[in-house]
């Protein structure tokens, strides 16, 4: 299964997600009855802004930690219908969404090819993609930091805009964009850089550690980082599924 998060300290540190996925929702036109699903929707915090934007439509948030799912629910009540899921599997949805939004996810998720092709199939013809996640390079700092203290890096999907929009073609999207964009995001002191990186970056890390461990291990990452800061690049990526492309099956 996915890893489970601390979901109400993601949710009070993860501004530069938040930022981020506001950014990427002013890229999908929506007219307000649209049914979006929000794959990887963390605590909703952007799933509330993108709520916003469909008054008369539907949202469905998404995600692989139950922890998350109920920080969010806690957040939007019955206003959204959630899901705990994995996107490393078969998508549980019959019918197929006009839109499918997300961020600061995809990385987390090894099979791209079968990935896409999963969105693919609950989106309708035409629907939209807009997403974004880590791309080639995100955290070099953070990886060369791993190196220094002897701790391989975990097998993250970092990916090039080129793979990506052959990824997206070859699971029935057109129109496709892809590129990296730099999101350096800094810390006001190294107890604030500690919290983010044992809460965002280094948890599946930490999951191999005994407790006794782990904050040792935390400090000694951020001591071999450069800066207070995390050098992060993000993959943006906006398609669309093809006009005619056959429904999913029983949709």
């Known amino acids: 299964m996915p890893r489970d998060w601390d979901a109400p300290t993601y949710d009070r540190i993860a501004d530069p997600q938040a930022r981020w996925g506001r950014k990427i929702l002013d890229r999908l036109p929506l007219a307000g009855d649209e049914s979006v699903l929000d794959a990887g929707c963390?605590?909703?915090?952007?799933?509330?802004?993108?709520?916003?934007?469909?008054?008369?439509?539907?949202?469905?948030?998404?995600?692989?930690?139950?922890?998350?799912?109920?920080?969010?629910?806690?957040?939007?009540?019955?206003?959204?219908?959630?899901?705990?899921?994995?996107?490393?599997?078969?998508?549980?949805?019959?019918?197929?969404?006009?839109?499918?939004?997300?961020?600061a996810t995809f990385h987390w998720i090894p099979d791209h090819d079968a990935l896409f092709r999963e969105l693919a199939a609950v989106l309708r013809p035409g629907g939209r993609l807009v997403a974004q996640c880590g791309g080639a390079g995100n955290a070099a700092s953070v990886r060369a930091a791993l190196d220094a203290v002897g701790e391989p890096w975990d097998p993250w999907s970092f990916a090039t805009p080129e793979a990506t929009r052959q990824r997206l073609e070859s699971a029935g999207f057109v129109e496709v964009e892809a590129w990296l964009a730099p999101e350096p995001t800094t810390f006001a002191s190294r107890q604030a850089l500690e919290t983010f990186l044992a809460t965002v970056v280094l948890g599946a890390h930490l999951e191999r550690r005994p407790a006794a461990e782990r904050a040792g291990f935390v400090r000694a990452v951020a001591a071999a980082l450069p800066a207070l800061a995390v050098d992060y690049v993000r993959l943006n990526f906006v398609a669309r599924r093809a006009p005619g492309a056959p429904p999913r099956p029983g949709t």
């Open 42 to 103: 963390g605590s909703g915090r952007v799933t509330e802004a993108l709520l916003a934007r469909v008054p008369r439509g539907r949202v469905v948030g998404l995600d692989g930690s139950p922890r998350m799912i109920a920080e969010a629910r806690r957040r939007l009540a019955t206003r959204v219908a959630f899901v705990v899921a994995d996107l490393r599997a078969p998508l549980p949805f019959a019918a197929a969404f006009d839109a499918v939004f997300s961020t």
